[in-house]
């Protein structure tokens, strides 16, 4: 069993920057690859960026692309997502999630939520403009 705890969220102006935070319990977090979606009010849960195990791989959303940066600490059982430039349009709750599995994927196969096999409570976020 592996647990999620995201936090970092807040309410942020426009143009500002948040990080968030997912710390994950587990003596193996450092073979999952991890994921961060968010999720609108009235909207469906979507991606926004992968890491692989080794943090030297990643992918994101085109809307987020070179907003948002995906990292992770292996030594602390934590992946970060710092949001830059953040826009009205990026309030949700913004979810971090676990693949445990070991097979290597393309990139793009993270991006369907329905792979992950672990999920965080959640944490808001909410830019005002």
């Known amino acids: 069993q592996v647990q999620l705890v995201e936090s970092g969220g807040g309410l942020v102006q426009a143009g500002g920057s948040l990080r968030l935070s997912c710390a994950a319990s587990?003596?193996?977090?450092?073979?999952?690859?991890m994921g961060w979606f968010r999720q609108a009010p009235g909207k469906e849960r979507e991606f926004v960026a992968a890491?692989?195990?080794?943090?030297?791989?990643?992918y994101y959303s085109d809307s987020m692309k070179g907003r948002f940066t995906i990292s992770r600490d292996n030594a602390k059982n934590t992946v970060y997502l710092q949001m830059n430039s953040l826009k009205p349009e990026d309030t949700a709750i913004y979810y971090c999630?676990?693949?445990?599995?070991?097979?290597?994927?393309?990139?793009?196969?993270?991006?369907?939520?329905?792979?992950?096999?672990?999920w965080g409570q959640g944490t808001q976020v909410t830019v005002s403009s």
């Open positions: 890491i692989r195990r080794g943090g030297s791989s990643t």
């Open positions: 587990g003596r193996t977090f450092s073979s999952y690859t």
């Open positions: 999630a676990a693949y445990v599995g070991l097979q290597l994927r393309p990139l793009d196969y993270y991006t369907d939520l329905g792979v992950y096999d672990y």
